[in-house]
């Protein structure tokens, strides 16, 4: 059971927009930054999103990141088939002094 | 361009302690938290702490009693120790660079970039 909650699974097709949600609470996203991960399938995370809507050099600004309250989104917009991945995000919980992550989505490109 | 290389033991027994260490190559190792994150096989990511130049730690409550973070900065690494192991401990454990992020003056992380290659560790007898 994840801290942070996201959907297992998201999909659409080529040049779609899509978004992913992640739900948390007071102590983790209602006060702190949410980062947000690509996992290609055998590789490490990548970080996709930072500091809530910020893409790091690198990240097409197809990806984008928003926050609203106690949850987060990460959109994708002209969807390619190279997106299909794992997609995760993460903040730093108060509550527990450590960061938490959300189970993560499974972005199917059709 | 800051490159993290991992390595340790990738098959260990019940009870055993798991290490691991990760080297940080082409920039400063101060100024930054080094944390770990493990990642069972098919299932998501899982925190499990960092350090910071000063020696300074936090851990994942869950696995707090037995973990342990060190750094030797003469060698710009950092390393993992997880007492008393077990088959739930089987996973992918990755390393990874945390920029700190000041959130109304306290130091906070999450921000994970870049990560090493991973390290699959598999406790069976």
């Known amino acids: 059971q994840s801290v942070l909650t996201q959907p297992p699974s998201a999909s659409g097709t080529p040049g779609q927009r899509v978004t992913i949600s992640c739900s948390g609470s007071s102590s983790n996203i209602g006060i702190n930054y949410v980062f947000w991960y690509q996992q290609l399938s055998g590789t490490a995370p990548k970080l996709l999103i930072y500091r809530n809507n910020q893409r790091p050099s690198g990240v097409p600004d197809r990806f984008s990141g928003s926050k609203s309250g106690t949850s987060a989104s990460l959109a994708i917009s002209g969807l390619r088939s190279e997106d299909e991945s794992d997609y995760y995000c993460a903040a730093w919980d108060d509550s527990v002094s450590g960061v938490v992550f959300g189970g993560g989505t499974k972005l199917t490109v059709l | 361009q800051v490159q993290l290389q991992q390595w340790g033991a990738g098959l260990l027994k019940p009870s055993e302690t798991l290490s691991l260490t990760c080297a940080v190559y082409g920039g400063s190792f101060s100024g930054y938290y080094w944390s770990w994150i493990r990642q069972p096989p098919g299932k998501g990511l899982e925190w499990i702490g960092e350090i910071i130049h000063s020696g300074s730690t936090n851990y994942n409550p869950s696995l707090k009693s037995r973990v342990n973070i060190s750094l030797d900065t003469s060698k710009n690494q950092f390393s993992l120790n997880l007492t008393s192991v077990t088959a739930t401990d089987t996973a992918v454990y990755y390393c990874?660079?945390?920029?700190?992020?000041?959130?109304?003056?306290?130091?906070?992380?999450?921000?994970?970039?870049?990560w090493g290659q991973g390290t699959l560790v598999t406790v069976s007898s």
């Open positions: 990874a660079r945390s920029p700190l992020t000041s959130v109304r003056g306290v130091i906070k992380t999450g921000w994970l970039d870049p």
